[in-house]
């Protein structure tokens, strides 16, 4: 007996391709989208009608409701949406170019937002369903070197988080995956840089430079980020974050801290502005 039934963005490589790995082992259904789909081709001779499999550019709006719209209609039913698909682009914002803005922003946050408004009416129709975006701890906390990068998870995050609020009454739960240093080919395959300038030459956003080193360390498992992505979908209510690697939650709650700290030193100053009863 088939399970769930899963869609996914980005399963040609990373995380989106290690979760539909174990989900094909368990049994359950994926429908799975990249770029390339000639990537899934061992998949589908393992697994047979078990997996869906559609091009989708997450950039092409229109074609990514087409791809959601022929899943729903050809599977019946999508018990779990998991946009993966994106990249990092590093370097300081002085170095990128227009195209390289416009491109990590449409890949990284243009395409969630267009992916969640293309499945909620069919997961509304249905009764409810899950969609878990993967971010990163970059959600929350902000390097050297990664402006652009985090504008499009910050924006991401934000937009998620409204959106748990927005679909809880239709049993519909929103999840953020937020994962710290993992080898899962991000950094070398995955992350892109723009031509240097000398004048960041010895600056903190230079450091963003070597992120494509292979040899640089990773902290989590990427196969037990995958499982515990899996894990979260049959947790209820729905997590609205999921952090994975103690990294992870090292630098997001150092940084939360240091948030608060600073909102808690503002509290008489920020009621000087308060309108007087009275005047």
């Not at 790995?21 to 697994?47: K, Y």
């Not at 997961?123 to 985090?150: K, P």
């Amino acid at each position: 007996m088939v399970g769930r039934t899963w869609f996914i963005t980005g399963s040609s490589s990373g995380f989106g391709r290690l979760v539909a790995e174990q989900l094909l082992e368990r049994g359950e259904r994926v429908a799975a989208t990249a770029r390339d789909v000639g990537a899934l081709d061992d998949l589908r001779r393992r697994h047979g009608d078990l997996l869906w499999t559609a091009r989708l550019d997450v950039t092409d709006t229109a074609g990514l409701r087409t791809v959601v719209d022929r899943a729903f209609a050809e599977l019946g039913r999508v018990d779990v949406v998991l946009s993966n698909a994106g990249y990092g682009l590093f370097g300081a914002a002085e170095e990128l170019t227009d195209a390289q803005i416009d491109d990590q922003l449409r890949t990284n946050l243009v395409g969630p937002i267009q992916l969640l408004r293309a499945v909620v009416p069919h997961l509304r129709e249905q009764g409810g369903g899950r969609f878990i975006q993967v971010s990163t701890y970059g959600g929350q906390a902000a390097n050297a070197g990664a402006s652009l990068y985090h504008a499009s998870k910050w924006g991401v995050e934000g937009f998620m988080q409204g959106n748990a609020h927005d679909l809880a009454p239709f049993g519909i739960g929103v999840t953020l995956v937020e994962p710290g240093s993992a080898a899962t080919g991000f950094r070398v395959g995955g992350s892109r840089l723009p031509a240097p300038m000398a004048a960041y030459d010895g600056t903190p956003a230079a450091l963003s430079r070597g992120i494509q080193n292979p040899a640089l360390p990773s902290v989590s498992d990427p196969a037990k980020v995958a499982a515990a992505i899996i894990a979260s979908a049959d947790v209820s209510p729905a997590p609205l974050r999921l952090l994975t690697g103690s990294d992870a939650h090292r630098i997001v709650r150092d940084a939360l801290r240091a948030r608060l700290e600073d909102v808690e030193a503002q509290e008489a100053s920020a009621a000087t502005t308060d309108l007087v009863a009275g005047a």
